[in-house]
C-alpha cells in the first residue's frame, strides 16, 4: 500500500523565524523517520509528503496515496489540526487519526469539555475567560488552574497557572491573553494523582491500553506536567504504569470520552483525580504525538509490553479498515498486542 506522510518538522517552521515554544508541538525527523520505516517493515510503500502547503501542490499535480498516515498540527487558528484532514477529506483520500469536526473540537479545551459535560461524564467546573476584565467575574472556589484554551504540549502551563488567589488569576489571565492572543481556560484544581490513558481503535473496536501516571521529580516545576517539564521529561518526570481499581476508572472514563467525541484510531486521554481520588477528564488528544522515545502514547505502549511498529500497524489498520467501510475485527498483529 502506497501511504503517504503529512508532518509538520520544528525545524522548518524555525528557519521560517517562529519561536522554539510555538513549534513545541511540530516533529523532529527522528519522528518521520521511525514511522517511515514502520510502515516499510510492515511492507508498505511509504512517501514523504509533509507539510500542507506540500500537500496542496502535490494533489493539485494529481498524485494520490492509497492513504495518508497524518500527523500534521497544522498552523493557525482553532481548526488547525483538521486543516489536512478537511483537504484530504475533498480528494476522497483516507487518513489516519480523527477528521476535521473531532480535531476542530478537541484542540478547544473548553469547547470539549462542554461536551464532555454533556455526555454526563466527570471534569472540573470552568470558566472561559477571553479579556482581563473577564477575570474578576470568575467565581470559582480557590485553588484554580489555568492555561490556554487551544495549546498542546504544556504551552502556556507551569508554576504560575496553579492560581491561588482573585489577584493572582487576573495578573495570570492578562499575561496568558497577551502572550497567546486567545481565552484561558480557568478550572478548579484537581490535588489527585495525574494520568494519561492510551486508546487504541475507533468506535466499538476502541479499547484502552493502559494507564500511566505522570509523576514530577523533586527538580521539576512543581503543580503541573508544564511545557518546560515536557520539554527536560528525562530529568524531571517519571512515567509509571498503573493498575487497580483506579486504573480501571480512569480507563472507563478515556474510553467513554473517546467514544462520545468521535475519536478515531489512536491517542490520549488526560485525567486527573479530586481530593477523593476519582478521576476527571482534563483533556483529550486525538492526534497524540509519535515519537518513538518521548512522546507519551509509546511512552505508555512500552510500558504495557506494546511495540512501536506494533502500534504504528495498528493505528494504520484501523484507518484502512474505516476506510474500506469494513466493522471488522482488528488484525492479527493488533489482536495479539494486548496490554499484559
Same mark, same amino acid.
Given at each position: 500500500?502506497?501511504?503517504?506522510?503529512?508532518?509538520?518538522?520544528?525545524?522548518?517552521?524555525?528557519?521560517?523565524?517562529?519561536?522554539?515554544?510555538?513549534?513545541?508541538?511540530?516533529?523532529?525527523?527522528?519522528?518521520?523517520?521511525?514511522?517511515?520505516?514502520?510502515?516499510?517493515?510492515?511492507?508498505?510503500?511509504?512517501?514523504?509528503?509533509?507539510?500542507?502547503?506540500?500537500?496542496?501542490?502535490?494533489?493539485?499535480?494529481?498524485?494520490?496515496?492509497?492513504?495518508?498516515?497524518?500527523?500534521?498540527?497544522?498552523?493557525?487558528?482553532?481548526?488547525?489540526?483538521?486543516?489536512?484532514?478537511?483537504? !484530504?477529506?475533498?480528494?476522497?483520500?483516507?487518513?489516519?487519526?480523527?477528521?476535521?469536526?473531532? !480535531?476542530?473540537?478537541?484542540?478547544?479545551?473548553?469547547?470539549?469539555?462542554?461536551?464532555?459535560?454533556?455526555?454526563?461524564?466527570?471534569?472540573?467546573?470552568?470558566?472561559?475567560?477571553?479579556?482581563?476584565?473577564?477575570?474578576?467575574?470568575?467565581?470559582?472556589?480557590?485553588?484554580?488552574?489555568?492555561?490556554?484554551?487551544?495549546?498542546?504540549?504544556?504551552?502556556?502551563?507551569?508554576?504560575?497557572?496553579?492560581? $491561588?488567589?482573585? $489577584?493572582?488569576?487576573?495578573?495570570? /489571565?492578562?499575561?496568558?491573553?497577551?502572550?497567546?492572543?486567545?481565552?484561558? !481556560?480557568?478550572?478548579?484544581?484537581?490535588?489527585?494523582?495525574?494520568?494519561?490513558?492510551?486508546?487504541?481503535?475507533?468506535?466499538?473496536?476502541?479499547?484502552?491500553?493502559?494507564?500511566?501516571?505522570?509523576?514530577?521529580?523533586?527538580?521539576? $516545576?512543581?503543580?503541573?506536567?508544564?511545557?518546560?517539564?515536557?520539554?527536560?521529561?528525562?530529568?524531571?518526570?517519571?512515567?509509571?504504569?498503573?493498575?487497580?481499581?483506579?486504573?480501571?476508572?480512569?480507563?472507563?472514563?478515556?474510553?467513554?470520552?473517546?467514544?462520545?467525541?468521535?475519536?478515531?484510531?489512536?491517542?490520549?486521554?488526560?485525567?486527573? /483525580?479530586?481530593?477523593?481520588?476519582?478521576?476527571?477528564?482534563?483533556?483529550?488528544?486525538?492526534?497524540?504525538?509519535?515519537?518513538?522515545?518521548?512522546?507519551?502514547?509509546?511512552?505508555?505502549?512500552?510500558?504495557?509490553?506494546?511495540?512501536?511498529?506494533? !502500534?504504528?500497524? /495498528?493505528?494504520?489498520?484501523?484507518?484502512?479498515?474505516?476506510?474500506?467501510?469494513?466493522?471488522?475485527?482488528?488484525?492479527?498483529? /493488533?489482536?495479539?498486542?494486548?496490554?499484559?
Amino acid at each position: 500500500m502506497r501511504v503517504g506522510l503529512t508532518y509538520d518538522l520544528r525545524q522548518e517552521y524555525l528557519e521560517l523565524g517562529y519561536a522554539e515554544e510555538e513549534v513545541a508541538e511540530f516533529d523532529s525527523p527522528r519522528t518521520v523517520e521511525a514511522i517511515e520505516q514502520a510502515l516499510a517493515a510492515a511492507g508498505h510503500q511509504p512517501q514523504r509528503i509533509g507539510r500542507l502547503s506540500s500537500l496542496v501542490e502535490r494533489l493539485a499535480r494529481g498524485e494520490r496515496w492509497d492513504l495518508v498516515f497524518n500527523i500534521a498540527e497544522g498552523v493557525g487558528g482553532f481548526g488547525r489540526e483538521a486543516q489536512v484532514p478537511a483537504l !484530504l477529506d475533498y480528494y476522497a483520500v483516507p487518513y489516519t487519526f480523527s477528521g476535521p469536526l473531532v !480535531l476542530s473540537l478537541t484542540l478547544h479545551k473548553a469547547m470539549t469539555k462542554r461536551v464532555v459535560r454533556d455526555l454526563g461524564l466527570p471534569t472540573p467546573d470552568f470558566a472561559v475567560v477571553a479579556t482581563p476584565a473577564e477575570a474578576a467575574r470568575v467565581r470559582l472556589p480557590l485553588p484554580l488552574f489555568a492555561k490556554p484554551v487551544a495549546e498542546g504540549s504544556g504551552r502556556g502551563i507551569g508554576a504560575a497557572s496553579r492560581v $491561588e488567589s482573585a $489577584e493572582q488569576l487576573s495578573a495570570v /489571565c492578562a499575561a496568558m491573553l497577551a502572550r497567546y492572543q486567545q481565552p484561558v !481556560l480557568v478550572e478548579t484544581y484537581l490535588p489527585g494523582r495525574e494520568f494519561t490513558v492510551g486508546l487504541l481503535g475507533s468506535g466499538s473496536q476502541a479499547r484502552v491500553l493502559g494507564t500511566m501516571e505522570v509523576i514530577l521529580k523533586d527538580q521539576a $516545576e512543581a503543580g503541573a506536567y508544564s511545557y518546560l517539564n515536557k520539554e527536560h521529561y528525562e530529568k524531571l518526570v517519571r512515567y509509571r504504569r498503573v493498575k487497580g481499581g483506579q486504573a480501571q476508572a480512569a480507563g472507563e472514563l478515556a474510553l467513554a470520552v473517546w467514544q462520545g467525541l468521535g475519536c478515531l484510531d489512536a491517542g490520549r486521554v488526560d485525567l486527573r /483525580c479530586d481530593a477523593a481520588g476519582r478521576p476527571q477528564f482534563l483533556e483529550v488528544n486525538p492526534l497524540a504525538g509519535l515519537h518513538p522515545e518521548r512522546s507519551d502514547l509509546p511512552i505508555l505502549c512500552g510500558l504495557v509490553g506494546m511495540e512501536y511498529q506494533q !502500534l504504528i500497524e /495498528c493505528i494504520l489498520d484501523s484507518a484502512w479498515q474505516r476506510a474500506r467501510g469494513a466493522a471488522a475485527s482488528p488484525a492479527a498483529t /493488533c489482536a495479539a498486542a494486548q496490554p499484559r
